[in-house]
C-alpha cells in the first residue's frame, strides 16, 4: 500500500524556517516524483515544488525561490521541504504528493495537482506574530 506522511508543521514567526519532511511506503522514490503543494483557507490548491524521480531535478514556485528548497533522501524514503524566511501568507496546509514517473523522462517533474496519484493527509504551517 503507498503511503505518504508529512510531519514537521507548526507555528512559526515571520522570518522563522520549519522542514517539513514526507515519508513514503510502499514504493521507491526511484520511480515516483514527489510534490509539495499547499491550500490556505479560502484558497485554491497551489503547487509549491516538486522534485523529479532521476537526478533530482527540482522546481518551485516563483513565490518561494530562494526560500524553499526541496531535497530528497533516498536511503531514508524521505522528501524534505526546508522552508526559511516565512511568511504569513505562506501559512497553509502542506501536502505531499507522488506520482509515477517510469514512462516518462527521468527529468520530468509534474506541476498539476491533477498529474498527481497518490496524496499525504497534510501538515499545519501557521506564520504568524
Known amino acids: 500500500q503507498l503511503q505518504l506522511v508529512e510531519s514537521g508543521g507548526g507555528l512559526v514567526h515571520p522570518g522563522g524556517s520549519l522542514r517539513l519532511s514526507c515519508v513514503v511506503s510502499g514504493f521507491t522514490l526511484n520511480n515516483y516524483a514527489i510534490g509539495w503543494f499547499r491550500q490556505a483557507p479560502g484558497k485554491e490548491r497551489e503547487g509549491v515544488s516538486c522534485?523529479?524521480?532521476?537526478?533530482?531535478?527540482?522546481d518551485y514556485k516563483d513565490s518561494v525561490k530562494g526560500r524553499f528548497t526541496i531535497s530528497r533522501d533516498i536511503a531514508k524514503s524521505t522528501v524534505y521541504l526546508q522552508m526559511d524566511s516565512l511568511s504569513p501568507e505562506d501559512t497553509a496546509v502542506y501536502h505531499c504528493?507522488?506520482?509515477?514517473?517510469?514512462?516518462?523522462?527521468?527529468?520530468?517533474?509534474?506541476?498539476?495537482?491533477?498529474?498527481?496519484?497518490?496524496w499525504g493527509q497534510g501538515t499545519q504551517v501557521t506564520v504568524s506574530a
Open positions: 522534485i523529479s524521480r532521476g537526478n533530482s531535478i527540482t
Open positions: 504528493a507522488a506520482m509515477n514517473t517510469i514512462y516518462y523522462t527521468s527529468r520530468y517533474c509534474p506541476r498539476l495537482a491533477n498529474d498527481y496519484d497518490y
